[in-house]
């Protein structure tokens, strides 16, 4: 969306307000609903970090404003009624205030205990920001990408031993610390675990 569309939205119906559905720009998750007047939106296209604006305290605010964990914007898109937005956008860390990666955890899939590899990107990307004291992520990753990639060659060497050599619990246990070892390379690349899974989907695809 450019600054210029910004006057075709609906803004009478809401009393200036337009509800924005926030999606992962990756996973498709949906993280958050909050709401945009139009300096909100101006702001939030203009620094490419999505800012609200809180009916509560009656002010613009940027979400990661006082936590560090902003939403920065991929796109934004209206529906058909030009009265609601959806913006797709990369999170920093937990969106929720208690820590879960959406405000919509409880409606999470019980069973896709796959969606856990996104918020343990999510961890891996706070240890680094605020290297907690004793983090093995942040020491690692302080390391550098020979370190972090030597640790991800030993991690599957050691899956392919348990393999030939140990039970099924060794061999889930050595692959755990595998993914682990292998998302925190990925995160020092600036890529992620989803574009891994993106690829698989494409040659998938092609075949």
Same mark, same amino acid.
């Given at each position: 969306?450019?600054?210029?569309?910004?006057?075709?939205?609906?803004?009478?119906?809401?009393?200036?307000?337009?509800?924005?559905?926030?999606?992962?720009?990756?996973?498709?998750?949906?993280?958050?609903?909050?709401?945009?007047?139009?300096?909100?939106?101006?702001?939030?296209?203009?620094?490419?970090?999505?800012?609200?604006?809180?009916?509560?305290?009656?002010?613009?605010?940027?979400?990661?404003?006082?936590?560090?964990?902003?939403?920065?914007?991929?796109?934004?898109?209206?529906?058909?009624?030009?009265?609601?937005?959806?913006?797709?956008?990369?999170?920093?860390?937990?969106?929720?205030?208690?820590?879960?990666?959406?405000?919509?955890?409880? @409606?999470?899939? !019980?069973?896709?205990?796959?969606?856990? +590899?996104?918020? *343990?990107?999510?961890?891996?990307? &706070? $240890?680094?920001?605020?290297?907690?004291?004793?983090?093995?992520?942040?020491?690692?990753?302080?390391?550098?990408?020979?370190?972090?990639?030597?640790?991800?060659?030993?991690?599957?060497?050691?899956?392919?031993?348990?393999?030939?050599?140990?039970?099924? @619990?060794?061999? !889930?246990?050595?692959?755990?610390?595998? +993914?682990?070892? *292998?998302?925190?390379?990925?995160? &020092? $690349?600036?890529?992620?675990?989803?574009?891994?899974?993106?690829?698989?989907?494409?040659?998938?695809?092609?075949?």
């Amino acid at each position: 969306m450019k600054i210029g569309a910004i006057a075709g939205l609906d803004w009478d119906k809401g009393g200036g307000l337009l509800p924005a559905i926030v999606q992962h720009a990756e996973t498709g998750t949906v993280l958050m609903l909050g709401y945009l007047n139009r300096a909100a939106l101006e702001r939030t296209l203009d620094d490419g970090r999505v800012t609200f604006y809180s009916r509560s305290r009656e002010r613009l605010w940027t979400k990661g404003e006082t936590s560090g964990h902003f939403l920065s914007v991929v796109s934004i898109t209206t529906d058909c009624d030009r009265d609601t937005l959806l913006i797709q956008a990369r999170p920093a860390g937990p969106v929720c205030h208690t820590g879960s990666p959406s405000c919509f955890a409880e @409606a999470e899939p !019980v069973g896709s205990r796959l969606a856990f +590899l996104e918020r *343990l990107e999510e961890v891996i990307a &706070q $240890r680094i920001a605020e290297q907690p004291e004793g983090s093995y992520t942040a020491r690692l990753y302080a390391q550098g990408p020979r370190r972090i990639a030597q640790k991800v060659g030993e991690e599957g060497v050691e899956v392919a031993l348990a393999a030939v050599t140990a039970d099924d @619990a060794a061999v !889930v246990a050595e692959s755990a610390d595998l +993914l682990y070892h *292998l998302a925190l390379l990925l995160k &020092q $690349r600036g890529l992620s675990l989803t574009a891994a899974v993106n690829e698989l989907a494409l040659r998938h695809a092609s075949r």
